[in-house]
């Protein structure tokens, strides 16, 4: 008894000058120096753009709403949300039929860095620079529909084919998804402002997409289980402060539990993919094959690759054969060249037409890279060059209209 009265009174001891030392340091940073969070996320009155989609995920309004994120003080992009009349990061409006009868209707599948959302109001995503190098070359008109949508993956895509391209029967000659960093470890995810200064996202819990909220309600009460305090709801003056330092959030957090959570997770973390997909996300691939099939549209799916992905040129993507999903089964990882050093980059699993080849081409130039940003950071513009001057794929034994570059067209392996 007096052991274990002894060790009880040490931890008591222990715990008492851990909480002085805490509270004390705790205090000293919040009161003397920057207590803005390593990185956070910033929004224009996103109100008036973002509004939760049982579809979509959300839905965009023409309105323009700025958003950046700032990491360690310094702004990794400054970026724009803004829709066309379908509710979608497109230039150009949705016609249903095609144009004529040559025109090519590609649709385009993604996440943010095909919505393009990190780039400015105006800038042209991937697939609008597609759409305007095929006409400069004076090919049969190419029309790429983007329907990708910030933040979401696999389960969104489903019911963005399901309930908006199918349902309404959309003219395609084929399906591009533009798959990034977990996008097909994404359930049903939604963005939406809850509260005059809390802008959410969430996913929903289960891979059933019958399940997801069908209403602004339901999407609240799950929205409001996952709020994130590094999201910032900001006026356009605040917003144009924080861009030039002058605005940042005074936030009180205990400082050294925060840097022991933070190296025990990044122990702990795993950037292997996991061995296999669960059940719920092969059920909604063989979903997508479904609907590609009645639409009678071809699906290729390309790779946009992140930072470390990128960092050395000889990186390369190894592919083994997976059974049957969606037609050209491939599992997916990146490997670096013998001999050089740092960590394994994340593997990837790739369940359709996959991007093969070596990250080599001398005209894509350094990479952007930002002091403390996120793996998620991409070299963004240089990843989505990679993606745009491949996007010589071949849909349905037809290669779409290429052109002139000083970046050799990467090989792809697929339809």
């Excluded at 969070?37 to 109100?47: D, G, N, T």
């Excluded at 309105?63 to 724009?80: D, L, M, N």
């Excluded at 005059?196 to 929205?223: G, I, M």
């Excluded at 989505?384 to 037809?398: E, H, N, Q, S, T």
């Amino acid at each position: 008894m007096s052991a274990l009265k002894l060790a009880l009174v040490n931890v008591a001891v222990f715990g008492l000058i851990y909480g002085v030392v805490e509270v004390s340091y705790s205090a000293y940073r919040y009161l003397f120096t920057d207590t803005s969070p390593i990185s956070m996320s910033l929004f224009e009155e996103p109100a008036k753009t973002v509004r939760f989609d049982p579809d979509r995920g959300f839905f965009l309004s023409p309105t323009p709403s700025r958003v950046t994120r700032i990491t360690h003080g310094k702004a990794e992009f400054a970026g724009s949300f803004h829709g066309n009349t379908q509710g979608f990061a497109d230039r150009d409006d949705f016609r249903v039929k095609r144009s004529t009868a040559d025109e090519r209707r590609i649709a385009v599948l993604g996440d943010s860095f095909t919505a393009t959302s990190m780039e400015p109001f105006n800038a042209p995503a991937w697939p609008d620079r597609v759409e305007d190098v095929s006409a400069s070359n004076g090919g049969r008109t190419l029309e790429m529909l983007n329907f990708a949508v910030d933040g979401v993956g696999l389960a969104n895509w489903v019911t963005i084919l399901r309930n908006i391209i199918a349902k309404e029967r959309y003219e395609l000659d084929g399906i591009v998804i533009a798959v990034a960093w977990d996008d097909l470890d994404r359930k049903f995810a939604m963005f939406d402002q809850i509260a005059p200064d809390r802008f959410a996202y969430a996913q929903s819990p289960t891979w059933n997409v019958d399940a997801r909220p069908k209403t602004a309600s339901q999407a609240l009460a799950l929205l409001e289980k996952y709020h994130n305090p590094d999201l910032y709801v900001l006026s356009p003056a605040q917003f144009d402060a924080a861009l030039a330092g002058k605005w940042k959030p005074r936030q009180w957090h205990f400082r050294i539990a925060a840097r022991l959570w933070e190296a025990f997770t990044r122990l702990t973390r795993s950037d292997r993919s996991p061995s296999g997909f669960e059940p719920g996300q092969i059920a909604l691939m063989k979903e997508i094959r479904q609907l590609a099939d009645e639409l009678r549209a071809p699906i290729a799916v390309v790779y946009i690759p992140y930072r470390d992905e990128m960092r050395f040129r000889q990186t390369t993507i190894e592919c083994r054969a997976d059974p049957p999903i969606l037609g050209n089964p491939w599992r997916c990882f990146f490997r670096r060249p013998q001999g050089v050093r740092g960590p394994e980059p994340r593997g990837n699993r790739i369940g359709l037409v996959f991007l093969r080849r070596t990250l080599e081409s001398p005209g894509l130039g350094p990479l952007r890279r930002v002091h403390g940003c996120a793996d998620s950071c991409l070299a963004g513009r240089t990843s989505m060059r990679v993606l745009m001057y491949g996007a010589a794929m071949r849909i349905d034994g037809a290669t779409v209209d290429t052109w002139s570059s000083p970046i050799r067209p990467p090989y792809v392996e697929g339809h």
